[in-house]
């Protein structure tokens, strides 16, 4: 409720749309001075009753005020009837108190005496402020509208109205919005001196954006720091924020864009409290359902349960014994008849003898009544059982309770064993059987409709199971609450930052519903906000989830169960439960054992010690031995070589054998060549936006993804962050901020211009790729598949290369976690980081919401350029010169590498040349050939000649002798021959005369030697073979002896 107090007044729009309460000035203008308004009322008076007698004002016909402060801090009391012209005779004005004066709380200023006076019974006050805890109606002074964000007008017809997403009054609280608009809730206040805003708040969701920021009269944000507000845990917690003197204006904004999860839950505000105004002239009035009975009260009590109150009680009224009412009520209700519904069984704790025994309990708070017809009654607890083992881990001791066994033993519920030589306690909780509730285990009840927490149990034992017992009412959350103090991870682990596994919890659960019933399953850290990691809704059969625990700190993991959302007088929906069968941590510090795991054996043989790191035990000797190169070790079973799990291709494993990563370096053999890739270029984290996308309501959103290629050596280098709940310090590593870090990552993106923000709004990160599982030319992998369709290509001579990867996200609907495929495909003409898309049939990179691919385009995705890609061009030869360039083949799929070899320069005897060598020497050839054809012939012409004159001499007797017993060329024999041949200066006869000198000697005895032969022949001599290689005969004398050769 407001109250009356000085200097509160409603705010009004400017023409730029901006919230801004009245100046001082404006005030002053607005509100005339009471002392001129109260001269003037009384000559209206005066003059509208012209000769008629006005009698004197009575103190219940007029009430003081006070003038607007003037420069100095002064103002004055004036008195004001409450109808002018009734009376007369006011009390003249006076003096009033300073402007800063004001009264402590539980007190009021009393106008007539300027002092202050103590509230009354049933009334409270702040002294100088003033609070609003009822909300049926909107308090005086507050706007309450909504808008809508950035819109694609060209899907203005498709879009929502926002005219009905504003705040909605609950009564005790106003609820924001839980839509794509933006509603705000506007208070304007002038202080007199510095005071305080204060409110309570339930904040839940970070889907929604909740901001509470304060303006000066000329739109300035005074408080930007505490403008984000923070998600809460338990139930309601309380913001405060200064306020400076002079005019203020309080926003509560609220938007919500949940783009993958169901309708978020809204923001709840209730007792708004302002301290820092002028005065406080009356004491507000306690509301319904509470009472104070003292004088001088700053607040008011709620009523207990079977009780109520009316407006201004000093004291709140019982119920009637038929009769029933909640905490805080003002009416009771009559009892319902008791049903099925208002009772539930636990199992009592093992008493002395080890037995235990089936129990029905009424559910608190009773409201049902035994005694109505058709009323059920409790039934009657069963027979005494024997108790089941305690869990593993646990020893039963004399008294039948069970206590932890001593570390270095184990059991399985029945009595502690020591582990033997050469093995050690696995240590950490198994809980199966529930006869009691576990020591580090608290169950309570958080109201659906007061979101208060109550003194009872959400959660009863049932010897196999533990389950949700019946609310207050079926809105109820019921709370189970399981904390670790810490965990002992495994050497490797600890000295590894990335590898993700530190322990493990798995539980399993089953849920039996007729409505839409919501299990959530929540991590805390070091006692902050639980995160909600899972929530199932509806009936699930009984099934097991692990969630992977990556920090090593104390954790709470909390089960809440909600049975409606809908809040219904009575019990409707008892019989829909939750049930927990098993809950198993591991590597818990100050756990216990189930079992003796063999461990690595001292020099000594005697006791446990930790294997070098990338070794693993052997079961039989107790000996540590190496992993083979290109394997990882699974820390929490390092048992035997087939715990060094081979790396996926193109993947080594790094120094201590924790994890397997790529190096940006890939070796291809294809088509009888090798093919090098260096993706260095590319191992920076890279990110881009696809989208636009728009809600129904017009809000405009991108997916973000950040992609870390090869990371930093096994180190994920990609990081998405939720800065919702902490925009104020984007950009600054805290551990108030909620981010993930992988290979791949995504989160939603609100562009700042969108909601006015100084910076984007980035929400719901989500890990997409927490594993490398190998890079390959193949299409599949592990399992997971990049389709060559979903991406299309042009140049089939080099296929694309894809990188691996998977995420140990579980989810409903992923249950072997995300996988992520992301193919790199060689485009010269893309050059630098290239360009970045998802496939045109699925435009947020999944088409089945657990496998996401990408494709890079880019010249880094080439392979290193080699000698096989270029070739060589060799020019003609001109000038003597001849050039060899080296250009690449086209088209060039290949980067970086060796480079083209330089030009080559060498000399040549151009064609030209060796074709004139060539003709000319085939001329002279043919020209000598056929002069040598010539000169022989006629000498072969010359010797028939002398050949025919000895056959002719030849008929004269055998004792004569021929005219011419020589064949010796006599002189000028031949000079009629020469006579012919030289008679002509021409090219042949000088070429007979240079080879005459030649052939003269050879041919004169070649000449002779034919002409011997003819004669000796003639003459009937023997033919001889000289020594110049002729045949000759020698010639006979008429006495017969042979003469000397010639």
Known sequence: MAGAAGGVHPPRPDTAGCWRCLPGAELGRRRLPLLLLSLLLLLWAGAATPGEELHACKESEYHYEYTACNSQGSRWRVAVPHNPGLC????????????????????????????????????????TGIRFDEWDELPHGFDNKATNLEIDYSFSESLGNCSLSTWSLKGDYIASNTDECTATLVYAVNLKQSGTVSFEYIYQDSSIVFEFFIQNDQCQPTVEE?????????????????????????????????????????????????????????????????????????????????????????????????????????????????????????????????????????????????ELPGSV????????????PCNPGFFKTNTSSCEPCPYGSYSNGSGCINCTVGTEPALGFEYKWWNTLPANMETTVLSGTSFEYKGMA????????????????????????????????????????????IARITFVFETICSMSCELYFMVGVNSRTNTPVETWIGSKGKQSYTYIIEKNATMSFTWAFQR???????????????????????????????????CALESSGSSCTSCPHGHYIDRSSGGCYPCAA?????????????????????????????????????????????????????????????????????????????????GNHGRKMATCTDNVTDMHILGKETEFSKSTSSYVCQSIIVPSDVMAYKSVVSSQPVSLADRFVGVTRETTLDNITSFPDYFPAENVGLPDVIFFYRSSDVTQTCSAGRATAIRLRCDPLKPHSGVLSVPSKCPEGTCDGCTFHFLWETVEACPLCSADDYHAIISACVGGIQ????????????????????????????????????????????????????????????????????????????????AADSCAIMEGEDAEDDLIFTSKNSLFGKIRAFTTKASLRYSQAWQESVCRAVLNKLRGGVFQRTSDGFDSVPLKTSSGTTDMDL
């Open 377 to 388: 009654e409790l039934p009657a607890s069963g027979v005494k059982t024997t108790c089941p």
């Open 458 to 501: 959400g959660w009863e034992v049932a010897g196999d199971y533990i389950y949700t017992a019946a609310g207050a009412s079926d809105n109820d959350f019921m709370i189970l609450t399981l904390v670790i103090p810490g965990f002992s991870s495994p050497q490797s682990v600890m000295e590894d930052s990335e590898s993700k596994e």
């Open 88 to 127: 007369t005779g006011l009390p003249d004005p006076i003096k009033g108190t300073k402007c800063s004066f004001s009264c402590k709380a539980g007190e009021f200023l009393d106008m007539k005496n300027q002092s202050c006076m103590p509230c009354a019974e049933g009334t409270y006050s702040l002294g």
């Open 226 to 370: 505490s403008r984000w507000m923070r998600t809460t845990e338990k139930g309601w917690e309380t913001h405060t924020v200064e306020l400076s003197q002079g005019n203020n204006v309080l926003f509560w904004r609220t938007t919500a864009f949940s783009v993958w999860s169901k309708t978020p839950k809204p923001v709840l505000v209730r007792n708004i409290e302002i301290t820092g105004v002028a005065f406080t002239s009356e004491c507000f009035p306690c509301k319904a359902g509470t009472y104070t009975a003292k004088l001088g009260s700053s607040f008011c009590q709620p009523c207990p349960a079977n009780s109520y109150s009316s407006k201004t009680a000093t004291s709140c009224h019982q119920c009637e014994p038929t009769m029933y009412s909640e905490p805080g009520s003002a009416s009771c209700k009559p009892r319902p008849a008791c049903t099925d519904k208002d009772y539930f069984y636990t199992h009592t704790a093992c008493d002395t003898n080890g037995e235990t025994q089936l129990m029905y309990k009424w559910a608190e708070p009773k409201i049902c009544s035994e």
């Open 883 to 962: 050039r060899t360039t080296y250009v690449w083949r086209e088209p060039k799929l290949c980067s970086g590498g060796i480079s083209l070899p330089d030009q080559k320069v060498s000399i040549c005897k151009s064609m030209d040349f060796w074709l004139k060598v060539g003709i000319s020497a085939g001329t002279c050839a043919a020209i000598l050939l056929t002069a040598m054809t010539c000169y022989f012939w006629k000498k072969n012409q010359k010797l028939e000649y002398k050949y025919s004159k000895l056959v002719m001499n030849s008929s004269t007797k055998d004792s004569e002798l021929p």
């Open 564 to 598: 409606t959302a809908y809040h219904e007088p009575g019990r409707k929906y008892t019989n829909d439960v939750a049930k927990l069968y098993s809950i198993n941590v591991t590597n818990v510090i100050e756990g216990v054992a189930s079992y003796c795991r063999v």
């Open 630 to 710: 290109n394997t990882y070790l699974k820390a929490h079973q390092p048992y035997g070589s087939q715990a060094c799990i081979p790396c996926g291709p193109g993947t080594k494993n790094n120094p201590i054998h924790s994890l397997c990563y790529s190096d940006c370096h890939l070796s291809v053999i294809a088509d009888g060549r090798t093919l090098e890739y260096d993706f260095s270029a590319l191992s920076n984290s890279t990110s881009f936006l696809v989208g636009p996308s728009f809600t129904t309501k017009g809000l405009k959103y991108f997916h973000h993804f950040n992609i870390s290629l090869c």
